[in-house]
């Protein structure tokens, strides 16, 4: 049985940072794309970051590139989401997802969130002074 687990969100004040985690159990996540969404008050759930599987690029939405890295740890089966200067329009609660394929080109320039096979619960982000 598939699962994802975030952790690491919290209250922080902006310019702070945070690392999200998502660990996953009942199968290999190096297998896998993986994508970080993140869905604030009154808001539809948005892509944040992606990650492919085959070729090992990456994606960020445009709101957070240069501030969001998004990683892999194999042995750990875990991908982490790294948020440093962080807004309060980054407050959300932030959900790791994977896609178990097919996986077309350029993979992570589509639109990824309908591919996703498994969400997790997801993970409350809050930036504010």
């Known amino acids: 049985q598939w699962q994802l687990v975030e952790s690491g969100g919290g209250l922080v004040q902006p310019g702070e940072s945070l690392r999200l985690s998502c660990a996953a159990s009942g199968f290999t996540m190096d297998f896998y794309a993986v994508g970080w969404f993140r869905q604030a008050p009154g808001k539809e759930r948005e892509a944040v970051s992606c990650?492919?599987?085959?070729?090992?690029?990456?994606s960020y939405a445009e709101s957070v590139k240069g501030r969001f890295t998004i990683s892999r740890d194999a042995a750990k089966n875990t991908v982490y989401l790294q948020m440093n200067s962080l807004k309060p329009e980054d407050t959300a609660v932030y959900y790791c997802a994977a896609d178990g394929g097919p996986f077309p080109p350029n993979y992570c320039s589509g639109d990824i969130q309908s591919r996703m096979d498994a969400w997790g619960e997801g993970t409350l982000v809050t930036v504010s002074s």
């Open positions: 990650s492919s599987s085959t070729d090992g690029t990456t």
